[in-house]
């Protein structure tokens, strides 16, 4: 019988299936159904466990450092190998690998796959050794052009250089990291990757409670911890590597390695990517420039702002993307139209369904959860409002914010960067423009304000650009799915903002137990008023469990 199977497969895949008993690549993932929303509940799960800790670690540092000038010097210095990181690794690489090597798994067969992801992973070891050794040498030209308000404060602009250049070389174990979690989840296989970023935050921890005490500058503890951090997400793949027969071989021939016909196409797709990322971090830069000249602690009210603001975006929007990306490349692979738009069209409803209520939490709890979160220790009142109002305007723009994280890889499956760039560019001069009009009237919650609209006009365009190039169809029933969503919206407004405004979150400083619990009761009451209105309503869940191959 298993003669007989073999016999059905093509002459490549006979060879290697022979081959100490290795099973097919490609084959036994590509015929078994996933079915998506387990595979959602399994990346969500993982990453609820990674920003709950850190959440910890935010708490930690709030109360260690508060909003000062040693923690604007921290996020400032953490900001430029985060940036680069988007630009290398998470953001123009894994856009421009991912569907490249799903296409090499589904078409090519196993050794093929395995030489491409040997290849990239020279190419892309010893480039950014390279890029970290000059980025070392010159940390002081680069935090002044990230922060140039720091230069004002001598002692915050000398830590942030010498932060930057011990975080420097993360990049180098984050990119590998990508390329790793890329390869695994090509093979459908999600855990590990989830889990990765548990150990950054693992590693922050450790150094804040046992580190940070016992070294003369404190705060340096947290920089040494971003190196352990990110050895650690690059080791934590090595097994599920190993399972797949896909662990990296770092050659020394960097030529060689460039010659690979598959990394030529990788970089080629990658240069409209990085372009494309470009644009979002060049407008990161700028607002960091701006927050940096507002006064001390806007930096840090942003940063914790953006802790809470990524929660939701990473729960939904990165997890939703991690398990789209490949499944939309086979379908692209496979040439199924209906398949893709399907896929597409189950990663909005959810991400309405989910998205939508935590949109409200940020707008109308922003102050709720900031005092529960970070309001001890050092972490003032002031600090709570200012935050407050950062995480506010966040959530008029959260929908957006993940909903990019479904549309893009609409275009990305399909190998077509450049859209998304042109999207990208308008978005940057649109998100600037707002800046000049909004800081002026609400200051650093102006800044977070306009990347919440921009992200709300990325959205759009990339929605309507699937539509124009009919890349997606809507199934029936939005009406219905609308109605729905936005009666039990209203009713959970109203509600989260007679809770916020009926208790003194601050004045509970001196009651943090009764504080958390009150959230958290708070919180389960939310959710369950919001499912059981649109249960009420004839609200379809089962259209959720989607299987897909």
């Known amino acids: 019988m298993q003669s007989a199977n073999r016999a059905a497969l093509p002459a490549s895949e006979r060879s290697q299936s ?4 290795r099973r097919v690549a490609g084959a036994p993932y590509n015929k078994r159904p996933m079915n998506l929303f387990r595979a959602l509940l399994t990346v969500s799960g993982f990453t609820l466990l990674s920003r709950v800790t850190g959440l910890i670690r935010e708490t930690l540092i709030a109360r260690a450092f508060g909003a000062s000038l040693y923690t604007d010097a921290f996020y400032v210095a953490f900001r430029i190998p985060n940036l680069l990181r988007r630009l290398s690794a998470e953001g123009a690489f894994a856009q421009a690998f991912v569907p490249i090597l799903a296409e090499f798994k589904n078409s090519k067969g196993h050794d093929p796959t395995k030489a491409l992801v040997d290849a990239m992973s020279t190419v892309l070891t010893w480039g950014l050794v390279v890029l970290s050794i000059i980025g070392m040498a010159g940390a002081s030209w680069v935090v002044f052009a990230v922060a140039s308000g720091l230069a004002h404060e001598g002692t915050a602009y000398g830590l942030a250089v010498d932060m930057t250049r011990i975080m420097f070389p ?68 090595v097994p599920g590597l190993k399972k797949i027969d896909m662990v990296p071989r770092i050659g020394l021939s960097f030529p060689r390695a460039l010659a690979h016909p598959g990394v030529k196409r990788v970089l080629l797709k990658m240069v409209p990517a990085t372009f494309a990322v470009s644009v979002g ?50 379908a692209h692979v496979d040439a199924d139209n209906v398949e893709y738009s399907a896929l597409l069209d189950w990663g909005l409803r959810i991400t309405f369904l989910l998205a939508a209520p935590s949109a409200i939490a940020l707008f109308f709890f922003a102050e709720p959860l900031t005092a529960t979160l970070f309001h001890y220790g050092r972490f003032d009142n002031h600090s709570v409002v200012m935050v407050g109002r950062a995480l506010s305007a966040y959530g008029i723009g959260l929908v957006g914010l993940i909903l990019i994280k479904i549309l893009a890889p609409g275009f990305y499956a399909k190998q077509d960067i450049k859209t998304p760039v042109k999207i990208a560019v308008f978005v940057l001069v649109m998100t600037q423009v707002s800046n000049y009009v909004f800081v002026p009237i609400f200051s650093h919650a102006g800044l977070t304000l306009s990347i919440g609209l921009g992200a709300l006009a990325n959205a759009g365009l990339l929605f309507l650009g699937l539509r124009h190039r009919k890349i997606y169809r809507p199934s029936p029933g939005w009406l219905r799915f609308f109605a729905q969503l936005i009666g039990a919206c209203l009713i959970l407004a109203g509600t989260m903002h007679w809770v916020a405004i009926n208790f003194d979150w601050i004045g509970m400083r001196a009651t943090p137990f009764l504080r958390v619990a009150l ?6 009451v939310f959710a369950a008023l919001y499912f059981g209105i649109l249960s009420a309503m004839g609200f379809k869940y089962a259209y959720f469990k989607r299987r897909t191959l």
């Open 170 to 237: 993360y990049i180098v174990f984050i990119s590998m990291t990508t390329l790793a979690s890329g390869v695994l989840n090509t093979y459908k296989q999600f855990s590990l990757p989830a889990f990765a970023p548990v150990l950054l935050n693992v590693s922050f921890i450790f150094a804040a409670v046992f580190v940070a005490p016992y070294l003369k500058m404190p705060v340096y503890a947290l920089a040494y911890a971003v190196i352990v951090g990110g050895i650690l997400q690059l080791l934590v793949q």
């Open 519 to 524: 959230l958290g009761a708070s919180l389960v």
């Open 281 to 330: 971090q060049l407008s990161l830069i700028i607002n960091t420039n701006i927050a940096s000249n507002i006064g001390q602690g806007a930096v840090s009210w942003i940063n914790y702002a953006d802790r809470l603001m990524e929660f939701p975006t990473a729960l939904l929007g990165a997890a939703l993307g991690t398990i789209l990306l490949p499944s939309l490349s086979k």
């Open 18 to 21: 022979a081959q100490s008993g």
